[in-house]
Nanobody
Framework: QVQLVESGGGKVQAGGSLRLSCSAS????????MGWYRQAPGQQRELVAE?????RTNYADSVKGRFTISRDKNTVYLQMNSLKPEDTAIYYC??????????WGQGTQVTVSS
């Protein structure tokens, strides 16, 4: 069983930055995609950014130009700059393996104050 461990959430003022990281407990398994989702109170979970095995990245329109996703082996990062109050949410990392199974982190709170 693979576990994902997240770190890096916290509270910042608008315009600030945070960096999230997420590592897998097992070093060898076939990852097809690594990504970050978020869920604000009363909202559905939404994709923030993902990086595919070939290196292609996808971003939600609301974070383009502000957030950057990257990976290093079995760790995925999300650099968040120019944070806005509407970025406040619980952020979950997600690994999807080559047979389509999804692994989820426990979630980390990001709070942006105006």
């Amino acid at each position: 069983q693979v576990q994902l461990v997240e770190s890096g959430g916290g509270k910042v003022q608008a315009g600030g930055s945070l960096r999230l990281s997420c590592s897998a407990s097992r070093s060898r398994f076939n990852i097809n995609a690594m990504g970050w989702y978020r869920q604000a109170p009363g909202q559905q979970r939404e994709l923030v950014a993902e990086i595919l095995s070939g290196g292609r990245t996808n971003y939600a329109d609301s974070v383009k130009g502000r957030f950057t996703i990257s990976r290093d082996k079995n760790t995925v990062y999300l650099q968040m700059n120019s944070l806005k109050p509407e970025d406040t949410a619980i952020y979950y990392c997600n690994f999807r393996d080559t047979v389509g199974f999804n692994y989820w982190g426990q979630g980390t709170q990001v709070t942006v104050s105006s």
